[in-house]
């Protein structure tokens, strides 16, 4: 007689899922190496187009509202007078040249306009930062996930993801002030009956304010990712990292460690002869203003290359979020729970 088929058995995972129900740390740093090789080209050069856009912007908003002719004299001013007074005592007509010089370089804009000035370019660097955030996760989420790495999809997401990180940070922002405001009203409120109570409840809100940035930095750090999928980032990061707040956060905390020690070394190895050079130039001229516009050229070529570093941090979020998201394309545990292998593997 026939013998019945055996009913299926589905093989155990081939790796192992922490308590948590992430993968182990080797899927992260799997993951890390496989960005580094697929997608390591495009990283950088888009984050150095970035933030070469915005060193021309910054370097053309300067030579715009700094009188650079007054600034020069008033440097000039300063090395003559130092030159003949090394030890800065100046007499108060040289005070009040240098003062007049150097009030005038500045005197393109009043006070409330230098103001206005800072906060835009605030706004600036942070659009910068989150659309360069946002085309880094596009790259990395294809290139951990196997995908074909595209530019084009890559430049898409960072302004939509950037400017959704935007608003996310403006609203994290706007909520923390309100909340620093509130406590700090009830502390002077506090301060005008009870000092000593006031003193203790300015020394909790100190560490409370620490304590809840940690707490909210594991629940929402996936959503830096999630935004390039789609909106409502923060609200599908605290779900996804409920029960999962000391596994998120500490495999965040460890590649932050790696990566600052890799950036560390990086930027040793390359500032070292620029430096070398801008020290050289430097101490070949006694021009205060020649070395001001050194020390300028140095800080507008570094910054494109730090800000391109700072890229290394981001990769490190991909695989968190990798095992947090249900998406079909990107995910890296399946609806079971179980490990899955990118076919490039």
Same mark, same amino acid.
């Given at each position: 007689?026939? =013998?019945? !088929?055996?009913?299926?058995?589905?093989?155990? !995972?081939?790796? !192992?899922?922490?308590?948590?129900?992430? &993968?182990?740390?080797?899927?992260?740093?799997?993951?890390?190496?496989?960005?580094?090789?697929?997608?390591?080209?495009?990283?950088?050069?888009?984050?150095?187009?970035?933030?070469?856009?915005?060193?021309?912007?910054?370097?053309?908003?300067?030579?715009?509202?700094?009188?650079?002719?007054?600034?020069?004299?008033?440097?000039?001013?300063?090395?003559?007078?130092?030159?003949?007074?090394?030890?800065?005592?100046?007499s108060q007509a040289e005070v009040d040249a240098m003062t007049s010089e150097f009030s005038r370089a500045f005197s393109a804009l009043p006070l409330g306009g230098w103001v206005v000035l800072g906060a835009l370019?605030?706004? *600036?660097?942070?659009?910068?930062? =989150?659309?360069?955030?946002?085309?880094?996760?596009?790259?990395?989420?294809?290139?951990?996930? $196997?995908?074909?790495?595209?530019?084009?999809?890559?430049?898409?997401?960072?302004?939509?993801?950037?400017?959704?990180? +935007?608003?996310?940070?403006?609203?994290?922002? #706007?909520? #923390?002030?309100?909340?620093?405001?509130?406590?700090?009203?009830?502390?002077?409120?506090?301060?005008?009956?009870?000092?000593?109570?006031?003193?203790?409840?300015?020394?909790?809100?100190?560490?409370?304010?620490?304590?809840?940035? +940690?707490?909210?930095?594991? &629940?929402? %750090?996936?959503?830096?990712?999630?935004?390039?999928?789609?909106? &409502?980032?923060?609200?599908?990061?605290?779900? @996804?990292?409920?029960?999962?707040?000391?596994?998120? *956060?500490? &495999?965040? *905390?460890?590649?932050?460690?790696?990566?600052?020690?890799?950036?560390?070394? %990086?930027? $040793?190895?390359?500032? %070292?002869?620029?430096?070398?050079?801008?020290?050289?130039?430097? =101490?070949? =001229?006694?021009? !205060?203003?020649?070395?001001?516009?050194?020390?300028?050229?140095?800080?507008?070529? *570094?910054l494109p290359l730090s800000m391109a570093l700072a890229a290394i941090t981001v990769m490190g979020i991909v695989p968190i979020w990798r095992d947090l998201t249900d998406d079909?394309?990107?995910?890296?545990?399946? @609806?079971?729970?179980?490990?899955?292998?990118?076919?490039?593997?």
């Amino acid at each position: 007689p026939q =013998t019945p !088929p055996y009913a299926a058995y589905p093989p155990p !995972p081939a790796r !192992p899922l922490t308590a948590s129900g992430m &993968r182990p740390l080797g899927g992260m740093f799997s993951d890390i190496g496989r960005i580094t090789r697929r997608a390591w080209w495009p990283i950088l050069a888009i984050s150095v187009a970035i933030w070469v856009g915005v060193s021309a912007v910054l370097a053309v908003i300067t030579f715009a509202v700094v009188d650079t002719g007054a600034l020069r004299a008033g440097l000039d001013t300063l090395g003559a007078a130092l030159e003949a007074n090394p030890e800065g005592d100046f007499s108060q007509a040289e005070v009040d040249a240098m003062t007049s010089e150097f009030s005038r370089a500045f005197s393109a804009l009043p006070l409330g306009g230098w103001v206005v000035l800072g906060a835009l370019l605030s706004v *600036l660097l942070l659009i910068a930062s =989150t659309v360069q955030i946002g085309a880094v996760n596009r790259l990395g989420m294809d290139a951990a996930a $196997t995908n074909r790495v595209s530019w084009a999809a890559a430049w898409r997401s960072g302004f939509v993801a950037g400017f959704r990180l +935007f608003g996310y940070y403006v609203l994290l922002v #706007m909520v #923390m002030t309100a909340a620093v405001v509130a406590v700090t009203v009830v502390i002077v409120l506090t301060a005008q009956f009870a000092p000593a109570l006031a003193i203790g409840l300015g020394i909790l809100a100190f560490f409370g304010f620490f304590a809840v940035s +940690f707490w909210l930095t594991g &629940r929402l %750090i996936p959503a830096v990712a999630q935004a390039v999928v789609g909106r &409502r980032a923060l609200s599908w990061s605290w779900r @996804a990292t409920r029960g999962k707040f000391w596994a998120v *956060l500490g &495999r965040y *905390l460890l590649w932050s460690l790696a990566a600052s020690v890799i950036v560390n070394v %990086i930027t $040793t190895v390359v500032s %070292i002869p620029i430096s070398l050079l801008f020290l050289g130039q430097a =101490t070949s =001229t006694a021009d !205060p203003s020649a070395s001001l516009g050194l020390a300028l050229t140095l800080n507008l070529v *570094l910054l494109p290359l730090s800000m391109a570093l700072a890229a290394i941090t981001v990769m490190g979020i991909v695989p968190i979020w990798r095992d947090l998201t249900d998406d079909p394309v990107y995910r890296s545990i399946d @609806a079971q729970g179980v490990p899955v292998t990118p076919p490039g593997d």
